[in-house]
């Protein structure tokens, strides 16, 4: 043990270097406030804004502590073994020493680039600062022809004097102990258990700061930043070695790399032309909702239109449902972008396509939609809020929908600890219970925009306790539709009850199907065909629209109603403007739909054309070669644009 204290003179070391490192992350963080001083002005003038900047510096400090747990760890095992084996080698400990002087250092180094990137780019650093790697003599006649960029590099080098100083202090301590054959060769079986508790506590401890985070469902991700509407608020809280490694992630990923499936030119200038020709086709649209209207969106887990009565469904499993879209606006033939739930979500509200495999939400760099629905909305004045069952920072949907307008998140943890039932968080009915409170707790004066997003069609598959509903299916998955369907139809019977009610309209649509019935095309179409309708009784008259219609034009149909102009998604409003083909896909393949026939393009290459709509399973894709090239390159100028 450390002369003069209790703890094992190897953790000793590695708790201070872990403490001198916070506070160099800290320093680096501060750094940043000087160079955002006006926006620092603004949020310290508002009402909890110096709580908000807390929040940001102790976001900062588990950002922080994941890199140095990270860099931390193989030290630890090695420090372990040193101290059950008893080594005492100078060389092995200064080794040790070295590295990670030298490791952290390199951590200080891209906190130092930080610093002037962040302030000409308002993004931590990442990968795209090498875009110019091949030109390495252009960047440096940039660098040296900037001055401030030299003052940083000064900076960086007294502040690597001043670690080094710091942790020589560190390692010079621990070099005194090492020399003390007390401390290595007198030790009980008391001590020894002490000390192996306390090297399993620090393991433990190091792989939570690892995590970042205790939630069972991931680890800390870039979007766990923005809990803040405030875009300096969420940058201050990262820590730019984080950033650039999961940067360098992503582009390494094969799923991220730009696609290739035609000249890009070309892919453009089919859109724009496709586009002239919807725009064209059809009569402007006449708005039907009053200015302000509140809006309710319901994204149903897997609920395709193969679940429901009103499509065929013989079951009898959704009777609230077939209420519903017998008294709304319904399309009834749409479909969704992908087959995930991130797919769903970010084609819902955004109006941007499932690209195959590509995760578009789950990046180090989050752009900003313009015409996605939350970024609309708010600013026609709209208080926006997002609910869902479980975690938010799954699939990073919290962190990407607050940077893209979403102003609140209600998630497992705002709900009470007891109504937690799995790893998906509450039922349905709990979310849906909870978004009527916080709705009738609103400024009325203010219009809304609320997602749901329910869970109850997703395994793990937990059927409430205590309700009222007495299924009549044996299957746990259609005891599940039951409930789904019954949850939302008590939604809706509450929601009439609140003075809101009158003024908005509520819209729902699946987040995607999922497989069901026979395998009759590789790509079947149970995955994509989903209800979407528009339910609103005081303000809307029930119909039917048989247009082909996608997941990716909910903005433009909603902007369409609400009066708001919004052309800045790859949606459009079908029901005024008629699509000529519906596009989709499920991670390999791509699906391509017409009234007729339906095209599919696997990344293997294999191709398939059917006529769908009759029991014909005959692959057309040789008889009808100008057809399946026509649908083929919708589809794939739609991805590619």
């Not at 009777?319 to 519903?324: E, H, V």
């Not at 309700?467 to 539709?481: N, Q, R």
Request: aromatic share 16%; net charge positive; proline share 4%.
């Amino acid at each position: 043990m450390q002369k003069g204290g209790f703890l094992p003179k190897q953790i000793a070391y590695l708790l201070w270097t872990y403490i001198i490192a916070i506070c160099f992350f800290f320093v680096f963080r501060l750094a940043i406030l000087p160079l955002n001083i006006e926006s620092i002005r603004e949020i310290l003038s508002e009402e909890g804004g110096i709580m908000l900047l807390f929040k940001a510096f102790f976001m900062g400090f588990r950002f922080d502590t994941l890199i140095s747990c990270f860099v931390l760890s193989p030290f630890l095992i090695s420090f372990l073994l040193a101290y059950y084996f008893k080594i005492r080698n100078r060389i092995f400990y200064k080794i040790n020493h070295y590295a990670l002087v030298v490791l952290f250092s390199l951590c200080f180094a891209i906190c130092c680039i930080d610093i002037p990137y962040f302030k000409y780019f308002f993004t931590r650093f990442n990968v795209q600062a090498f875009m110019w790697i091949d030109s390495p003599i252009f960047v440096f006649k940039m660098i040296s022809q900037e001055p401030s960029y030299i003052i940083y590099f000064f900076i960086f080098i007294a502040i690597i004097i001043l670690y080094s100083w710091l942790m020589f202090s560190n390692y010079k301590r621990f070099l005194s102990n090492i020399k003390s054959n007390k401390t290595t060769e007198n030790r009980t079986a008391k001590t020894y258990i002490l000390n192996s508790l306390l090297f399993i506590l620090l393991i433990g401890l190091c792989f939570l700061g690892m995590r970042g985070r205790i939630e069972k469902k991931s680890p800390m991700k870039v979007g766990t930043a923005y809990f803040s509407n405030n875009p300096l608020i969420n940058q201050m809280g990262l820590n730019p070695n984080f950033t650039l490694i999961k940067s360098i992630e992503e582009k390494s990923k094969q799923d991220n790399k730009p696609l290739n499936l035609m000249d890009k030119a070309e892919a453009k200038a089919f859109v724009d032309e496709e586009f002239r020709r919807m725009k064209s086709s059809g009569a402007k649209r006449e708005i039907l909702l009053e200015k302000n209207t509140n809006v309710v969106l319901v994204i149903m887990e897997a609920m395709g239109t193969y679940n429901i009565g009103y499509f065929g469904n013989e079951q009898n499993l959704t009777p609230n449902l077939d209420y519903l879209l017998n008294n709304s606006i319904s399309y009834e033939n749409v479909y969704t972008a992908g087959i995930h739930t991130y797919n769903g979500v970010y084609s819902t509200l955004f109006g941007q396509p499932a690209i195959l495999h590509k995760h578009s939400m789950n990046l180090t760099i989050i752009p900003k939609i313009e015409g996605g629905l939350p970024n609309v909305l708010k600013e026609e004045g709209y208080k926006t809020i997002y609910f869902t069952t479980h975690d938010d920072q799954f699939d990073n949907i919290g962190g990407f929908l607050s940077a893209n307008g979403v102003e609140r998140i209600i998630s497992v943890k705002d709900y009470p600890k007891n109504e937690v039932k799995s790893t998906l968080g509450v039922s349905d009915h709990v979310m849906f219970d909870r978004a009527i409170e916080e709705l009738n707790s609103l400024d009325e004066t203010k219009p809304f925009f609320v997602t749901l997003l329910t869970s109850a069609n997703h395994g793990p598959y937990i059927y409430p306790d205590n309700i009222s509903l007495k299924p009549k299916s044996k299957d746990i998955k259609d005891k599940m539709i039951e409930y789904s369907d019954w949850a939302i139809g008590k939604f809706i019977e509450k929601a009439k009850q609140t003075p809101w009610f009158d003024k908005t309209i509520f819209v729902f649509i699946a987040d995607h199907g999922a497989y069901k019935g026979s395998s009759d095309f590789e790509l079947p179409l149970s995955y994509n065909h989903t209800p979407f309708f528009i339910y609103s009784p005081t303000m809307l008259n029930p119909k039917k629209v048989e247009n082909i219609g996608l997941q990716i034009d909910v903005p433009a149909i909603i902007s369409a109603y609400l009066g708001i102009e919004n052309d800045k998604t790859l949606g459009i409003d079908f029901e005024t403007y008629p699509r000529s083909y519906g596009y989709f896909s499920a991670d390999d393949k791509l699906g391509v739909i017409d009234d007729e026939y339906y095209y599919i393009w696997n990344k293997n290459g294999k191709e398939y054309l059917y006529k769908y709509r009759t029991s014909d399973r005959t692959n057309y894709i040789n008889q009808k070669k100008d057809k399946a090239k026509q649908m083929q390159k919708y589809g794939f100028s739609m991805l590619m644009y």
